[in-house]
């Protein structure tokens, strides 16, 4: 959020801890957010933070109990994996010297930078294949005395 809000919104703290992390891992796009990363983080807090709460309480209640998860499960998966693995090629490749912020200098510093990234997409991947391949979501068929249900 401190990504597309004024510093005065956040708690002093909050605010130091970003600057500090900013700084520390070099990462110009908390520290100068453009427009397309701010679009992203407005995503982050509209769809996916909902989305969160409600694979929260679907893993908590068991996914069993709520079949109904899978497909808002999987679009909540994908769309946070895509956002990230741009973030990732943008960290990787971008050209950083239209940034007001400390930025990687070199290819280790770019590592460093996805690194701290990478388990936001990797966790979304493994939802989706979840997701996918999980035989919890398949309908099964069950015939007793004759009759056939779909469990």
Same mark, same amino acid.
């Given at each position: 959020?401190? /990504?597309?809000? =004024?510093?005065?919104?956040?708690?002093? !703290?909050?605010? !130091?801890?970003?600057?500090?992390?900013?700084? /520390? /891992?070099?990462?110009?796009?908390?520290?100068?957010?453009? =427009?397309?990363?701010?679009?992203?983080?407005?995503?982050?807090?509209?769809?996916?933070?909902?989305?969160?709460?409600? %694979?929260?309480?679907?893993?908590?209640? &068991?996914?069993?109990?709520?079949?109904?998860?899978?497909?808002?499960?999987?679009?909540? %998966?994908?769309? $946070?994996? $895509?956002?990230?693995?741009?973030? &990732?090629?943008?960290?990787?490749? &971008?050209?950083?010297?239209?940034?007001?912020? =400390? !930025? =990687?200098?070199?290819?280790?510093?770019?590592?460093?930078?996805? !690194?701290?990234?990478?388990?936001?997409? @990797? @966790?979304?991947?493994?939802?989706?294949?979840? $997701?996918?391949?999980?035989? @919890?979501?398949?309908?099964?068929?069950?015939?007793?005395? &004759?009759?056939?249900?779909?469990?």
């Amino acid at each position: 959020m401190q /990504a597309m809000f =004024p510093k005065w919104m956040f708690p002093k !703290a909050c605010v !130091a801890l970003k600057e500090w992390y900013t700084h /520390a /891992a070099r990462d110009p796009l908390m520290g100068d957010p453009k =427009p397309w990363f701010i679009s992203f983080c407005f995503c982050e807090i509209t769809i996916q933070l909902v989305c969160f709460f409600m %694979g929260v309480y679907v893993f908590y209640k &068991g996914v069993e109990k709520c079949r109904w998860s899978r497909i808002p499960l999987m679009l909540y %998966g994908s769309h $946070t994996a $895509t956002t990230v693995f741009s973030i &990732g090629f943008e960290i990787m490749f &971008g050209d950083f010297r239209d940034y007001n912020h =400390p !930025a =990687p200098r070199n290819m280790n510093e770019r590592l460093f930078l996805l !690194a701290i990234y990478s388990p936001y997409l @990797i @966790i979304p991947l493994l939802l989706v294949f979840d $997701t996918v391949f999980s035989p @919890i979501y398949r309908e099964t068929k069950i015939t007793t005395n &004759g009759k056939t249900k779909v469990k």
